[in-house]
């Protein structure tokens, strides 16, 4: 006959600390893992996800934005014969034909711009990952050495 094991119980002072706490915190902190797990690499890596090689031709730019940033607009025909208007990021003047990397939304004259975010990102998730598994194992170890 297999021993069954009993389900592991959070202790008494954590629950009670927990419940202590207002809703808003309860509530705010899975939100947070759920935004930093999931929402935010998707969000900040979409260019990335559609994006193709294209030549890109730059027709305006305004130059009154933030710092003097130029906000560029341009036209650049995917591989599938569309032909997209959108914003144009990178280091682009009116008037250039340059080759670049776009998809549905936008395009820029270098892929960099757009790995940036995402590599910063997990740069950020996976220490915060590895350091979430050692505490949690060595909150499970000071539980397990208080049973015995």
């Known amino acids: 006959m297999a021993?069954?094991?009993?389900?592991?119980?959070?202790?008494?002072?954590?629950?009670?600390?927990?419940?202590?706490?207002?809703?808003?915190?309860r509530v705010l902190l899975p939100i947070a893992l759920v935004a930093i797990v999931l929402?935010?690499?998707?969000?900040?890596?979409?260019?990335?996800?559609g994006a193709e090689r294209v030549s890109?031709?730059?027709?305006?730019?305004?130059r009154s934005g933030p710092k003097s940033t130029p906000e560029c607009r341009g036209t650049w025909r995917l591989a599938d014969g569309s032909?997209?208007?959108g914003g144009v990021g990178g280091?682009?003047?009116?008037?250039?034909?340059?080759d670049g990397w776009g998809n549905r939304n936008s395009a820029?004259?270098?892929?960099?711009?757009?790995?940036?975010?995402?590599?910063?990102?997990?740069?950020?998730?996976?220490?915060?990952l590895i350091l979430m598994g050692f505490l949690c194992r060595r909150v499970l170890l000071a539980r397990a050495r208080r049973r015995h």
Not at 3 to 20: N, W
Not at 39 to 49: D, E, K
């Open 3 to 25: 021993s069954r094991r009993p389900v592991a119980q959070p202790p008494e002072e954590l629950v009670a600390r927990i419940a202590a706490r207002p809703l808003w915190q």
């Open 39 to 49: 929402v935010i690499p998707v969000s900040v890596g979409r260019n990335l996800i």
């Open 56 to 62: 890109i031709s730059v027709d305006s730019c305004d």
């Open 83 to 85: 032909t997209v208007t």
């Open 91 to 98: 280091a682009v003047r009116q008037g250039e034909q340059v």
């Open 108 to 128: 820029t004259d270098n892929l960099m711009s757009w790995l940036v975010p995402p590599l910063m990102g997990a740069a950020v998730l996976v220490p915060f």
